[in-house]
């Protein structure tokens, strides 16, 4: 088989400075994409900037011959989007990839969490994958192609104590994500997602025996993969950690129908409305519509 290569394209990778989006930055560009390397250089909560981070990927990959630029601006204005959209566009003519990876924590539990630590992270991980990815669309629609890569979280789509500000964030992307792919789809846009693990940083002290086998390195194979012009898939999101792939899916079973709709038929048939056994998987809002006239007709 052939290997996947990424020559002529241009990729965006935010967040690019540590972690999962260096690890990224890295591999795209080693199969020869040219890659805007955005940090703005900040503490794991999200404060202070450094220009240093973003920098020293780029040189890390112009050591090994690769090309790639830093910015430092962040995810989180609409401004800090534009820019950085605008450095590929300036730098290299085109915009053929958007990896969304740029993130912070502020976790608390959620009966004391303040509207600050809320605001802080919605900005970075939910606002920021909008700010970045609408006028990366905007450029890729026109070009007739491109490919998205989000990051979601298992803390979103399956919950976690202390999350409630970055599992909603997180969720939303998912969300944002089966959007991307349905309004982009006409225009050679696919747009996929990834609920990562990986020791970093952000995970410094919480992954106990995890720790050694689920590097950065393992999750951006996968990244990718999901990039390339050869992604048949969109709208889907992985879950990925330490050389394991797996798909997250949305289903609906197959449901009750309640000859009389109230409260007591809802818990005496609770079994059956909750029944896995046979399910669906919409992949839109017209399928999921179209599902329930279908048993209800
Ligand atoms: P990290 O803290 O090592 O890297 C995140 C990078 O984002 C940092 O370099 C930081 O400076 C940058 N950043 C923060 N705010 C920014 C802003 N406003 N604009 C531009 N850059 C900004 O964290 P890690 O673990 O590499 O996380 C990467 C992504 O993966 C995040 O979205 C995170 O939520 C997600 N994730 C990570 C998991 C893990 O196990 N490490 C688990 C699930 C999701």
New binding site residues.
């Given amino acids: 088989m052939s290997s996947l290569h990424f020559d002529e394209r241009v990729a965006i990778v935010?967040?690019?400075?540590?972690?999962?989006?260096?690890s990224h930055a890295l591999e795209l560009a080693r199969r020869g994409a040219r890659v805007v390397v955005?940090?703005?250089?900040?503490?794991?909560h999200?404060d202070g900037q450094s220009t240093d981070?973003a920098q020293a990927v780029v040189d890390e990959i112009t050591a090994f011959g690769g090309t790639a630029v830093a910015n430092r601006?962040?995810?989180?204005t609409e401004e800090?989007g534009r820019a950085i959209v605008q450095t590929a566009l300036d730098e290299f003519g085109r915009l053929d990839v958007l990896v969304n990876?740029?993130?912070?924590?502020r976790d608390k539990a959620f009966h004391k969490m303040d509207g600050a630590m809320i605001d802080a992270v919605i900005?970075?991980?939910l606002k920021?994958t909008l700010f970045v990815t609408q006028p990366a669309f905007r450029a890729m629609r026109e070009a007739g192609y491109g490919r998205i890569v989000n990051?979601?979280?298992?803390?979103g789509l399956f919950g976690n104590f202390g999350q409630a500000n970055?599992g909603a964030a997180?969720a939303g992307i998912a969300g944002l994500t089966r959007v991307l792919a349905l309004e982009g789809a006409a225009y050679g846009i696919v747009a996929n997602a990834i609920?990562?693990?990986?020791?970093?940083?952000?995970?410094a002290g919480l992954?106990g025996d995890l720790t050694a086998h689920?590097t950065?390195e393992g999750v951006s194979p996968v990244v990718a993969f999901l990039a390339h012009e050869d992604c048949p898939v969109s709208g889907a999101v992985y879950s990925v950690?330490g050389g394991r792939v797996a798909k997250i899916f949305v289903g609906e079973t197959s449901g009750a129908i309640l000859e009389e709709l109230t409260a007591e038929a809802v818990r005496d048939q609770l079994s059956q409305i909750e029944d896995q056994s046979t399910y669906h998987e919409p992949t839109s809002l017209d399928m999921a519509t179209a599902i329930i006239a279908r048993a209800l007709s």
Avoid at 151 to 155: I, Q
């Fill in positions: 935010t967040g690019a400075g540590n972690g999962l989006g260096r955005n940090d703005l250089g900040g503490s794991l999200g981070a601006d962040s995810v989180a800090g990876n740029a993130g912070i924590l900005d970075v991980h920021g990051t979601s979280s298992a803390s970055y997180k609920a990562p693990i990986a020791a970093t940083r952000m995970t992954l689920v950065p950690a």
